[in-house]
């Protein structure tokens, strides 16, 4: 399988990351960055917490699911990535009937590890378009939680862990629909 080319650099990546560091550690001492999210996030994402909070958390969920689910179909190549995941597994299977430790095992199993790096790179792209947008937005969740006096979910779940559990479960549901490797 030939994938020189096909899974890209790491360096859009790299800088999407250091500029989110950078906004996260300004949010505070530049009001600019702040008041921006605020301005545009208190109007929409804060009217669905201030109608229901649970209700409202799960819209926003959705809909950030939803949009890095197709960000996640259409900017990464789906085929390469169904014929790498296919050649992994078709190589764990062979694994799997070979001692571990033997030659060949170990032959297989550096095989399959060169798979890994041309997978992130193809997997990783999405974060160049939703990386900052998505540190925004978490900021803004901090802010707003911490105003409304960190509310719970479910009696026990602070906004943080009920984000992740319904983002993963709502995303597992969508890459199903539309089928996303």
């Known amino acids: 399988m030939d994938t020189q ?3 890209g650099s790491f360096m859009p990546i790299f800088i999407v990351l250091m500029a989110s560091l950078l906004i996260a550690m300004f949010w505070n001492s530049m009001p600019i960055i702040k008041d921006s999210v605020h301005k545009i996030l208190d109007p929409s ?3 669905l917490l201030n109608w229901n ?3 409202g958390m799960l819209i926003i969920i ?3 699911s939803f949009i890095t689910t197709l960000t996640q179909k259409y900017l990464t190549d789906q085929k390469t990535m169904r014929e790498l995941k296919a050649e992994q597994k078709k190589l764990n299977e062979e694994m799997k009937k070979l001692e ?3 030659k060949e095992y170990r032959e297989l199993s550096m095989k399959s590890l060169k798979f890994m790096g041309p997978m992130m790179k193809l997997s990783m792209r999405p974060i ?3 990386g ?3 540190l925004l937005l978490f900021r803004w969740f901090m802010d707003t939680f911490t105003k409304l006096g960190n509310p719970t979910f479910f009696g026990f779940l602070n906004w943080f862990w009920f984000y992740l559990i319904m983002s993963l479960i709502i995303g597992s549901v969508l890459r ?3 089928k996303v490797v």
């Open 132 to 134: 900052i947008p998505f």
């Open 53 to 55: 909070i649970t209700y």
């Open 176 to 178: 199903k629909i539309l």
């Open 45 to 47: 994402a804060g009217a």
């Open 100 to 102: 571990v430790g033997s």
């Open 62 to 64: 959705s809909i950030m």
């Open 128 to 130: 160049v378009f939703t």
């Open 5 to 7: 080319g096909k899974e």
